[in-house]
C-alpha cells in the first residue's frame, strides 16, 4: 500500500464531507471542485447540482463519523495510483425550498469514496491521461505528448468518485438488537406480572376467597408459567440466527462491487474500480440530463425516452454493482452487470427516496483498455484539437467532428429496469418479522399444546359469566308457576339473585311443592317464616341447557373443564315478610 496515499486519503476524506455540502450549498464554486475531483466525477456532479438549481432546491448534506472505517485500498492502475475508501457514518439530508425545509432524513450510511493520484518518480510523473514519463516541470499546461490539458496542482490527490450507501448492516443489526430487545423487556415484564399474580393469590387464599377472584388472580401467573420459557427459548434461537445472519451482511457489505473475477478471466488487467466510476458517471448523467441528446455519446441505442422518465431525479448513485458475465464478441468486449440505483425524486411537491435495480449491457474495444481514460483530462477533438463538451453532443463546435466515446469509454448497448422502489433493507426487514413470527408462533404454539392448563383456565375465567348465567336459567322462577304474581324488584349479586313478589304463605307453599316437582329436596322449614330447599346439579345439567340455548361448542369445552365430574348445589330460600315473598337463588362459586 502507498503510504503517502494512505495518509492524503485519511485527510482528504472528512475534509471532502464539508467541501461537499458548501459546494451544494452555493458557498463555494465550480473552480474549487475542479481542484478536488476529477474531471469526469466534476461533469457529474456539476450536473446533479444543476438538476437541483432548476428545481429551484438547496442541499444541505451533514455527514458524520460513525466510528468504524473499512479497509483501505490501494493499487496501481497504469499512470495512476487508485485508492479506495469505505467507512460507516451518519449522513443527514435536508432540502429547502424557497428557504422551506420539505425533506429532511438522518440515517446509517456508508461513505463510499474513490481517490486518483497520478504516479510521482522522484522529480518525474506520469501523464494521468497517455501514461508520458517526463519532469513534473514540463506539465505546468498540460502534457506536450497527448495534448491533454491541465496543470501541475492535478497531480495531487483527487476524488474521483463519491457514493452514500444505505448502511443496511447496520441498520439490519439495530433493527434486530431491538426485536430482541423488546422480546426480553416483555419477558421480564410477563414474569414480574406472573410472580404479582401470585402473590394476589395468596393473600386471596389466606382471606378465604378460592372462587372465581382466586381463578383470576392465578390467570396471568399461569401465563407466565406457560409462556416464559417459549419465550426464552425464542430468544436464544433469534439470536443464533441473527449471528449468522449477521455475519452474511457483514461480508456482503464489506464492498460494494462483486464478481470481478468473472470479468478478469476476460480481461486479465480489468479495474472493476474504474468500470464502477465510469458506470456511475454515465448512469448519474443519464438521470440528470435534460434530454437524450446530452448523453446520445454514451450509447449505442437513443436515450431519449429513458431521460424523459428520468426528469423528477434530483440525486442518483450506484450502491451496488454485480458483474453478471463478460466476453468478447469480434474486436469488442461485453459486460453484463447489475447495479442497484439510489435515487432522490422530486415531484414539485415531495421528496421521496427510490430505489432501481437495473441490468446494463456495456461495449468496449481493446482501444480503451490501452487508455487509462479515467485519469484527468480535457476531451478532444480528434481532427482539429479542439475543446470538446460531452454534454453538448459530444460535437466539436469549431469543425463538427463528432468524438466517438466507445474508443475513450464503455458505452451502454441495453438497459433494463428490473426491479422499481427496490429497497434491500425494507426486504430484510420483511424478513426479519416473518423469522419473528415463525420463531415465535412455533414456540408459543408448541407450549400450547405440550401445556394447555393456562388455556383452561382461561376459558373458564372467560366464560365465567355466561356459564353463571346458564346456571341460574336452570331455576324455575315463581311466575313459572303463578304468571299472575306481582314482581316487586330484583337483585343480582353476582353468585346470588333475589327476586320479592307480592304473596302469602300458602304462595310460598305452593311453591315450595313446585320446586320439589324440578328435584329440590327440602332442607329446613320455619312455619309462616322461610323454606330453605337445594338441589344438585351436574356438568351434564348445565351442558344440556348451554345446548338448549344454541351456546357455542367453546363455552360447552369451558362448562367441561371447569365442573369436571363434580357436582355443584344450588340452594333456595323462600322467606315471607310483609306480605312479602323473597325468594333467594345462590350458587358455590362458578
Known amino acids: 500500500m502507498n503510504q503517502d496515499m494512505l495518509a492524503e486519503i485519511k485527510k482528504k476524506e472528512t475534509h471532502f464531507w464539508e467541501f461537499w455540502r458548501k459546494f451544494f450549498r452555493g458557498e463555494v464554486n465550480e473552480e474549487s471542485l475542479v481542484d478536488e475531483v476529477t474531471q469526469p466525477f466534476w461533469q457529474s456532479t456539476h450536473i446533479s447540482k444543476k438538476r437541483l438549481d432548476q428545481k429551484g432546491l438547496l442541499l444541505d448534506l451533514s455527514i458524520y463519523d460513525d466510528g468504524i472505517r473499512g479497509p483501505i ?6 499512470s495512476n495510483i487508485i485508492g479506495n475508501s469505505s467507512r460507516n457514518v451518519i449522513a443527514e439530508r435536508k432540502i429547502y425550498r424557497d428557504g422551506k425545509l420539505i ?4 440515517d446509517k450510511e456508508i461513505s463510499h469514496m474513490h481517490f486518483l493520484k497520478s504516479k510521482i518518480i522522484e522529480d518525474k510523473a506520469k501523464c494521468p491521461n497517455c501514461g508520458h514519463l517526463g519532469r513534473i516541470a514540463t506539465f505546468i499546461d498540460g502534457c506536450d505528448y497527448c495534448g491533454s490539458k491541465y496543470v501541475v496542482k492535478d497531480f495531487e490527490t483527487k476524488v474521483s468518485g463519491f457514493t452514500l450507501e444505505e448502511n443496511t448492516y447496520k441498520k439490519s443489526k439495530s ?28 393473600e386471596l387464599l389466606q382471606a378465604g376467597n378460592n372462587g372465581m377472584e382466586a381463578i383470576t388472580a392465578l390467570l396471568p401467573g399461569m401465563f407466565a408459567f406457560t409462556y416464559v420459557p417459549p419465550l426464552i427459548k425464542s430468544l436464544i434461537i433469534l439470536l443464533i440466527i441473527f449471528v449468522f445472519f449477521g455475519m452474511a451482511l457483514y461480508l456482503l457489505y464489506m464492498r460494494n462491487i462483486f464478481g470481478e473475477e ?21 448512469l448519474r448523467s443519464i438521470h440528470m440530463a435534460d434530454d437524450g441528446r446530452q448523453v446520445s455519446s454514451f450509447a449505442t441505442f437513443d436515450l431519449g425516452n429513458l431521460v424523459s422518465n428520468y426528469q423528477d431525479i434530483i440525486d442518483c448513485n450506484i450502491t451496488r454493482m454485480s458483474f453478471l458475465n463478460a466476453g468478447k464478441n469480434g474486436s469488442r468486449y461485453v459486460i453484463d452487470a447489475m447495479v442497484t440505483l439510489r435515487l432522490l425524486w422530486y415531484d414539485g411537491k415531495r421528496v421521496k427516496d427510490r430505489y432501481e435495480k437495473v441490468k446494463c449491457r456495456l461495449l468496449g474495444t481493446d482501444a480503451i483498455l490501452k487508455n487509462y481514460y479515467f485519469a ?26 463528432e468524438l466517438d466515446y466507445s474508443k475513450i469509454g464503455w458505452i451502454l448497448s441495453d438497459y433494463q429496469i428490473i426491479k422499481k422502489n427496490y429497497n434491500i433493507y425494507r426486504n430484510i426487514k420483511v424478513a426479519m418479522l ?12 408448541m407450549a400450547t399444546i405440550t401445556n394447555n392448563t393456562f388455556y383452561e383456565v382461561y376459558q373458564i375465567t372467560h366464560y365465567s359469566d355466561q356459564i353463571r348465567d346458564i346456571v341460574f336459567k336452570m331455576f324455575p322462577l315463581p311466575e313459572q308457576m303463578e304468571p299472575s304474581l306481582k314482581h316487586i324488584s330484583y337483585i343480582d349479586e353476582y353468585m346470588k339473585q333475589l327476586y320479592i313478589y307480592e304473596a302469602t304463605w300458602d304462595t310460598c307453599i305452593a311453591y315450595r311443592d313446585y320446586l320439589k316437582k324440578y328435584g329440590f329436596e327440602l332442607l329446613s ?8 330447599l337445594y338441589k344438585t346439579f351436574t356438568a351434564k345439567d348445565v351442558e344440556e341447557q ?36 323473597q325468594v333467594t337463588i345462590s350458587v358455590d362459586e362458578i
Open 376 to 401: 484527468l483530462r480535457e476531451y478532444k477533438c480528434p481532427n482539429c484539437g479542439g475543446s470538446i463538451n460531452i454534454f453538448e453532443g459530444a460535437v466539436c463546435k469549431y469543425c463538427t467532428t
Open 262 to 282: 468473472i470479468v478478469k478471466a476476460v480481461i486479465p488487467n480489468f479495474s472493476a474500480y474504474d468500470f464502477y466510476q465510469n458506470l456511475e458517471y454515465m
Open 434 to 445: 416473518a423469522i419473528y413470527i415463525a420463531v415465535l408462533g412455533f414456540q408459543f404454539g
Open 175 to 202: 433493527t434486530f438488537f431491538k426485536g430482541l430487545l423488546t422480546l426480553g423487556i416483555v419477558t421480564v415484564l410477563i414474569i414480574a406480572l406472573g410472580i404479582t399474580s401470585f402473590i394476589i393469590l395468596i
Open 546 to 581: 348451554a345446548l338448549k340455548e344454541t351456546q357455542t361448542g367453546q363455552l360447552v369445552d369451558a362448562i367441561r373443564i371447569y365442573f369436571a365430574d363434580e357436582e355443584g348445589p344450588m340452594y333456595v330460600q323462600i322467606a315471607l315478610e310483609k306480605g312479602m315473598m
Open 103 to 106: 425533506y429532511r432524513k438522518k
Open 73 to 78: 485500498d490501494t493499487k496501481s492502475d497504469g
Open 525 to 532: 322449614e320455619v312455619e309462616g317464616s322461610s323454606i330453605i
